[in-house]
């Protein structure tokens, strides 16, 4: 079967791959991209370390073949902030201790910055709801889910400023 | 056994009339792949046997959601995520705002589709009671035409649909006849999210002065397709719910259900819950929980 010359934008920079239709666009991001801050942990969609934005929302890239990414907008972790000025949810992970072994971080992050895009200031059960799909094996959540309302807060400060 | 995408084909036909035109050409031959919720976990797995699948995702025909005088109608590529956030499905068809999301996670509900549920045919699947206790149709199309077919018609047996070959599943049509109807919504699962049902159930009923008038009721995860409970409805027609319905209602059950062993229940203890939601169901609707 064929390779196909696919374009899509990622992180905002048009970028133009061959690939067989049904790779798994996690695996052309992290081989084929080089962007490797995308994680792969159960590749069934149970876990959501894999987790990027496509044209806006929340995705398991490892449940989606490079086909359907063709023209999308795709942000990954990468995507987010940069060293020497974090995204304010990457920052509050930090701060907070919401990340241990870093396996499910940068989808948890991908997760919580879908989360606050689309509500602003999450209750705890809305926290809960919006990372249900991401696994934790180290934190017990906890710290994951005050990162998420320490990020919330810094937004609230940071627009009313 | 990660799978070798060099033996995979996909093709991304565009538009409605062309994915029909190739089902058309080679029946059998082209899995329809929407959300990929379903197959990419079999094809990752090493386990899915179609080597030429075709994508349907974000086809703009079959994204639509109407609402008609006397129907709702959900075009069958409509994710979770834009059946749960639709204001009228939530006013008006809660139950199937509910199991919507109640499918996997919030990353599955954005890729999961209406469609895909109905098609992959899982007796497990989150929105099938709701969809039996509304009444629901599906409207299928191909090349041939549309038709019309009762949702209770559509498994015919363990992953396996109405649907030939030549098929996709354009709509699910919910009648709106059933306003002042209480409805009745419960899933029994491991956890909140990310599991699959050990038993789900939904049902709607239309209850005066403690007398069920009419019940509409579906049942998931107990036999091989998901059930409309039609001969406990016919049973509890125009009584009272009391401890004598209520025996004869789990009596009836027990015979209709076949639950199995399997990695997420017994069949011991999915016969046990499934007789304990019903009667919470009827206690619920009929208002004396």
Redesign the interface.
């Known amino acids: 079967?064929s390779l196909q010359r696919i374009v899509m934008t990622v992180n905002g920079v048009e970028r133009t791959v061959d690939?067989?239709?049904?790779?798994?666009l996690l695996d052309v991001l992290r081989e084929k991209l080089g962007l490797t801050g995308t994680k792969e942990g159960c590749?069934?969609?149970?876990c959501?370390a894999c987790?990027v934005l496509m044209d806006g929302?929340?995705?398991?890239s490892?449940?989606?073949?490079v086909?359907?990414a063709?023209h999308a907008q795709i942000v990954t972790i990468e995507g987010l902030g940069s060293p020497e000025k974090l995204d304010p949810v990457q920052e509050a992970f930090l701060h907070c201790g919401g990340s241990q072994c870093g396996m499910c971080t940068p989808g948890m992050i991908m997760?919580a910055k879908?989360?606050l895009m689309h509500n602003v200031k999450p209750s705890r059960e809305e926290i809960?709801?919006?990372l249900?799909?991401?696994l934790c094996r180290c934190t017990g959540y906890m710290r994951i889910f005050e990162a998420v309302e320490a990020a919330a807060r810094k937004q609230e400060s940071e627009a009313a400023r | 056994m990660r799978?070798a995408?060099?033996?995979?084909?996909?093709?991304?036909p565009g538009n409605l009339a062309a994915a029909l035109k190739l089902m058309a050409s080679e029946p059998g031959r082209w899995l329809p792949?929407a959300?990929?919720?379903e197959v990419?976990?079999q094809?990752?797995?090493g386990r899915l046997p179609q080597r030429n699948?075709m994508?349907v995702?974000?086809l703009p025909e079959l994204r639509r959601i109407e609402v008609t005088p006397d129907a709702v109608v959900i075009g069958g590529g409509c994710t979770f995520?834009e059946i749960r956030a639709h204001k009228a499905i939530a006013a008006e068809f809660s139950m199937l705002a509910k199991t919507a999301a109640w499918v996997?996670?919030?990353?599955?509900q954005?890729?999961a589709t209406l469609a895909g549920n109905l098609a992959n045919a899982s007796p497990a699947a989150d929105s099938p009671p709701a969809l039996l206790a509304y009444e629901a149709e599906i409207e299928l199309i191909s090349v041939r035409g549309t038709r019309r077919i009762p949702y209770t018609q559509c498994h015919l047996d363990y992953k396996r649909t109405a649907l030939t070959q030549d098929e996709l599943i354009l709509a699910v049509r919910l009648p709106r006849r059933f306003a002042g109807w209480r409805d009745y919504v419960r899933k029994v699962g491991t956890r909140?999210?990310?599991a699959i049902s050990k038993v789900c159930m939904a049902a709607q009923a239309l209850v005066q002065d403690g007398v069920v008038e009419a019940i509409r009721m579906g049942m998931g995860s107990v036999a091989p397709v998901p059930l409309r409970l039609a001969a406990i409805e016919e049973c509890a027609a125009g009584r009272k719910v009391n401890a004598t319905l209520i025996a004869e209602c789990r009596q009836l059950l027990d015979k209709m259900i076949a639950p199995i062993d399997d990695i997420r229940s017994t069949i011991e203890y999915r016969r046990l819950v499934a007789g304990n939601v019903l009667e919470d169901c009827l206690r619920t609707l009929a208002g004396t929980a």
């Open positions: 079967m690939a067989h239709p049904m790779e798994r590749g069934e969609g149970e959501g987790s929302s929340l995705v398991n490892c449940l989606i073949p086909a359907q063709a997760a879908c989360l809960r709801e919006g249900g799909g991401n | 799978a995408p060099e033996q995979y084909e996909m093709i991304s792949v959300g990929g919720t990419m976990v094809y990752s797995a699948l994508n995702w974000g995520a996997g996670s919030i990353a599955n954005n890729r909140n999210a990310q």
